[in-house]
Structure formats: C-alpha cells, structure tokens
C-alpha cells in the first residue's frame, strides 16, 4: 500500500503511528509544513525502511517563511521528497497570497530540474499553480486532495502530473466526480492524515486500503488490481530519483 501524502508528525503520538504504518507494510511519505517541521521529524523516519521523510513549505504558514526559506534551500539535496508546498487562495489563505506566490516560485527555483516528487497544495488556486509548474518546467508534480474545477484537471493532466486520492473525497460527491475524471495512469493514494476522519477516528496510513477499494470499483478491477496499478503508478514518478 501506499500513503504518498501524511503529516506523521502531526499526531499526537507519532511514533506510534509510523510503527503501525510500518508493520503493516504501508510505504509513507511524511509531508512537513515547515524546514524546521522537517529537521523535528528524522526520529519518525529513523530506523524505519518504508517511510520517506518530504520537505514542505506549507501555503497556510506563509507568515513563517520568510524565517524559513533559507534552511529550505541547504535541505532540500539530502531529500527526494517534497511536500507539503503549493498555493491556498482559499478565505484562509487569501490575505498572504502574495508571500505565498513569492514561496511557490521560491521552492520552484529551488528545485530547478532536479528529480523530485513534489506534493501539492492548491485549494482555490488550482489554476495558478498549473500555470506556475509550467513555467518552472516542473513535471510531473502531484496534486494531492484536488478539489478544483475539471477544466483545470485536465490543464493539469495535459501537462503531465498526476493526483492522490484519500477517503474524504471517495466519500464526497466532488471528490467521486474528480476521481471519475482522473485516467487510472495518474492515480495514487493517500491519507491527509490526521486531517481526514473517519467516523470520530483520525486516518492513519493503513486506512488507505479504503480508497484502493473504491478505486477498484470505480475501475472494475479487484483492490488488488487497483493496488498494482498504483504502485506502478509511482514507480514511473520516483524511477528518476536518487535512491
């Protein structure tokens, strides 16, 4: 299985949650919000060989990064990951838009052409983002939670980048409809957790079996199907990246 987008550090017992991760063989990417989020969170991926440590520089902290960008650039050549960064234009977010187009266009620059995968953040500035990865050459990129118009999915998908799935949008009329119009060969899967639920339960990494089973019914295959698809999915993404 695969959680391609789960901020581990973000529980309230977050070893204990990589560890069940862990144990039930679930390959995680810990997205953090902030460098200073990422340097906190080595001990979650110590010691553990299916969990990815992503360096993030979250839309909604935009008020921190001006501290922050620096030690953004000097860690950014010892991941192959990063995430969570992006756009949010949405009510919360739209006062600092500007300092958040000045730090997408930052980490943009930052990342040149190297091979990374990149988790994105682009709630109500979907189009925005499109535009900017295109400009910066950045492809593929993948779009995690999309929940924008299906016009700009398309820009999206015909630019080369692909998105993840997680069990708040396999529950939601929208979400349903976006993964209809996501081709099989730029799906993966996710939690956002602890920000998705479950009933009163907080997701964890394992609980992505659940978008692998409606994926599957959505496509007409088996979970294990869809899982193979997945997983092909991503090695096509990460093939380029150092190991």
Not at 101 to 108: C, G, K, N, R, T
Not at 167 to 173: G, K, N, Y
Not at 181 to 186: F, L, N, S, V, Y
Request: some cysteine; charged content about 25%; hydrophobic content about 40%.
């Amino acid at each position: 299985m695969l959680d391609t987008h789960c901020h581990v550090d973000l529980y309230k017992q977050p070893s204990a949650v990589a560890d069940r991760a862990e144990r039930a063989g679930v390959f995680t990417i810990l997205v953090t919000n902030l460098p200073s989020a990422y340097e906190r969170s080595r001990p979650y991926v110590a010691q553990r060989r299916r969990i990815r440590l992503a360096l993030g520089l979250h839309p909604l902290l935009a008020d921190q990064h001006a501290r922050e960008r620096e030690r953004f650039r000097v860690l950014l050549p010892e991941t192959s990951f990063v995430g969570e960064v992006g756009l949010d234009f949405s009510r919360e977010g739209k006062p600092t838009a500007n300092i958040q187009i000045e730090s997408f266009e930052f980490v943009l620059q930052a990342l040149g052409a190297a091979p990374k995968f990149v988790s994105i953040h682009s709630r109500r500035a979907e189009a925005h983002v499109v535009e900017l990865l295109k400009s910066a050459h950045r492809s593929p990129a993948v779009f995690h939670w999309y929940s924008g118009p299906l016009r700009v999915l398309e820009q999206a998908l015909g630019e080369g980048h692909y998105f993840s799935v997680n069990p708040a949008m396999i529950h939601s009329d929208n979400g349903r409809k976006i993964i209809a119009a996501i081709p099989q060969e730029r799906v993966l899967t996710e939690t956002d957790g602890p920000f998705v639920t479950i009933g009163d339960r907080e997701v964890e990494p394992p609980d992505v079996a659940q978008v692998e089973e409606a994926l599957a019914r959505t496509w007409g295959v088996s979970p294990l199907q869809a899982r193979s698809i997945i997983a092909k999915n991503f090695q096509t993404i990460v093939q380029p990246l150092k190991p």
